[in-house]
């Protein structure tokens, strides 16, 4: 990618959208539209996924795997996060809240069909980015019975997804479990993890401001946002990054103890941090820019209710 290129993605979809929605002061009726937004939007993408892939559901470990590369199709890393962004929400939304009978109903919705896209992208990182958000929940939450919620939902989604694969398949799971099969085989996940060797020994040779906006071992991204963070500005960029991501963890950390009713405030960041881990790059980072952004534009002073699904916006004083 030319360097304006990165410039302008990273603007676009990093950078603006981070400092101007952070900026914001997000009261309760914000904080409503934006959750029912993001559900609306990943029902909305299951729905589409389900109609126009249907024939594949259950027949393949990955969607990329059928349909041609030189066909119209939509990335399965897509397809994965937007479902674990759903099912996240919908999920810790119900542990964290009394929701009516119609409500868990609509919730319950979320995160069946989510299912589709989750099963039909197959990556691996998304059981991580799943996952992540509910552990972090379990040792920061205050009180016994709200990390036996926490372990309760990861079991019970477990449940879940073990019996879905009995309708969609076991793609997903055998990816996941078989990384080791597949770094020997010299995958996908072994040539990451040359990426990452090839990109830090590199590094070593100019530790101060980095060397390239991309990895010049792949001539693209290197698939993990410290990594590619060291090579495209050194330690003179990457030292505020990471006191950026510890700052936006820490009141991340924060919300969770001192209103864990808004746990569901949290997972996007979560997800987005996962994510980044392992796919993705700087300039795409999307679901990490804007999910620290309702993070740091999270304020505690919140007055009454904050049961979005049934109850009407409380006024701020």
């Known amino acids: 990618m030319p360097p304006m290129g990165f410039f302008f993605y990273f603007m676009s979809f990093v950078f603006l959208p981070l400092v101007l929605l952070s900026r914001i002061s997000f009261n309760q009726h914000h904080y409503k539209h934006v959750f029912l937004s993001m559900l609306v939007g990943?029902?909305?993408t299951s729905l589409l996924t389900a109609y126009f892939y249907n024939d594949y559901v259950g027949e393949v470990s990955r969607i990329s795997s059928e349909v041609s590369r030189d066909e119209n199709y939509i990335?399965?890393?897509s397809l994965s996060y937007v479902?674990?962004?759903?099912?996240?929400?919908?999920?810790a939304y119900l542990i964290t809240n009394k929701v009516s009978l119609r409500s868990s109903l609509f919730l319950g919705l979320v995160v069946l069909v989510g299912l589709?896209?989750?099963f039909l992208g197959a990556s691996r990182g998304s059981i991580i980015a799943l996952v992540f958000p509910f552990v972090v929940f379990m040792f920061s939450s205050k009180g016994v019975s709200k990390k036996f919620s926490a372990v309760g939902i990861l079991v019970a989604a477990a449940l879940l997804l073990a019996?879905?694969?009995?309708?969609?398949?076991t793609g997903v799971f055998d990816r996941f479990f078989g990384?080791?099969?597949?770094v020997e085989q010299g995958s996908s996940s072994a040539v990451r993890l040359h990426i990452w060797k090839n990109d830090f020994v590199r590094f070593m040779d100019s530790p101060i401001f980095g060397f390239s906006l991309q990895s010049e071992y792949v001539k693209t991204y290197p698939h993990n946002i410290f990594i590619e963070?060291?090579?495209?500005t050194g330690m003179l960029g990457t030292i505020p990054f990471l006191c950026f991501l510890m700052a936006v963890f820490y009141k991340s950390i924060k919300i969770i103890r001192a209103s864990p009713k808004d746990f569901w405030v949290v997972i996007l960041f979560y997800i987005g941090?996962?994510?980044n881990m392992f796919s993705g790059a700087i300039w795409s980072a999307s679901f990490l820019a804007i999910g620290a952004s309702l993070i740091l534009g999270y304020r505690f002073n919140f007055v009454g209710d904050r049961n979005m699904l049934h109850r009407p916006a409380v006024a701020i004083k």
């Open 42 to 44: 990943c029902v909305a």
């Open 116 to 118: 589709v896209p989750f």
């Open 75 to 77: 990335s399965p890393l």
């Open 83 to 91: 479902s674990v962004l759903g099912i996240g929400l919908a999920l």
């Open 179 to 182: 990384i080791a099969n597949a």
């Open 229 to 232: 963070s060291l090579i495209a």
């Open 273 to 275: 941090f996962a994510q």
């Open 163 to 169: 019996l879905a694969t009995l309708f969609f398949g």
